[in-house]
């Protein structure tokens, strides 16, 4: 019997990318916010001849999250965790609904499959290339705050409605994705203790349904500072994330693989900062 591989935000975009790279390896539990197309999905797997169990999930609801966990348990052996589910700082999304989706998402999901993967197992959460980007703004302070109190919420939310309207999206996105990096690195020694691995991935531009409809003129800005000169594909990014659950990988934890086609290393900070409407340095 196939270990089971439960991934987040599978109802499209790099989730839904990485059921298909996985499933037939692992035994699937999708799950994502959206009912009706997480069903659609799974179908089409399992017409393909792969196990798959759905279970619709917010991530940024704690309680839901703790659920999902206790389902997966019952589903099979838990061998590894995909948490892909996030948003990116669209036209219509605001800076609160991005931080929280984002980072106490990636806090819930960790919390809740820390004792529920087995020996052996991998969590990969994904970051973004942006979290490479204007480090110096970022409240690392706020950040290390306990993500499960009151305070973590109040004080990083706090940052974000002080800036204007136009800047405070993408900053939010940005800290969020920090966040993921630096929860998980933390993470590692514990989860380490208990024979898992955990460890994060940073997409570049990835020309996902998520590019199409609501970043690719920001996305498209940043080509000419690429050095593989295109976005990246969400196969790509699946088959990194199958490369690094597999026994192939089983040296690599708590870090961060960045997979941008060169973008971080080709832009300099005057286009880092414009690009992601964060204010330029004092």
Do not use: W
């Amino acid at each position: 019997m196939n270990k089971l591989a439960v991934i987040t935000g599978a109802a499209s975009g790099m989730g839904n990318n990485a059921a298909i790279r996985l499933g037939g390896i692992y035994d699937i539990l999708m799950t994502d916010i959206n009912k009706d197309s997480l069903e659609v999905e799974a179908q089409t797997l399992r017409d393909r001849g792969i196990t798959v169990y759905t279970f619709p999930c917010n991530v940024a609801n704690r309680e839901q999250v703790t659920k999902l966990a206790e389902y997966a348990t019952q589903c099979g052996t838990v061998g590894c965790v995909v948490h892909a589910a996030g948003i990116a700082p669209g036209p219509k999304a605001v800076a609160e609904q991005i931080f929280t989706i984002n980072a106490m998402g990636t806090a819930y999901m960790t919390e809740a499959f820390f004792p529920v993967l087995d020996q052996g197992g991998v969590m990969i959460n994904v970051a973004s290339m942006s979290s490479y980007m204007s480090t110096g703004h970022v409240p690392y302070d706020l950040l290390r705050l306990n993500p499960f109190q009151p305070e973590f919420l109040e004080k990083n939310l706090v940052v974000f409605s002080a800036m204007e309207a136009a800047q405070a999206p993408g900053f939010a996105y940005l800290v969020s994705k920090h966040f993921v990096r630096d929860y998980t690195a933390r993470n590692a020694m514990r989860f380490g203790k208990r024979g898992v691995r955990i460890l994060s991935i940073s997409p570049g531009n990835i020309m996902t349904p998520m590019y199409f409809n609501e970043v690719k003129d920001s996305c498209d800005s940043m080509l000419p500072q690429t050095p593989i000169g295109r976005h990246g594909k969400p196969e790509e990014i699946s088959d990194l994330i199958a490369f690094l659950v597999s026994s192939q990988a089983a040296f690599i934890t708590g870090i961060d693989v960045l997979c941008d086609g060169g973008c971080v290393a080709g832009m300099t900070m005057d286009q880092v900062t414009e690009s992601l409407f964060i204010p330029p340095l004092a």
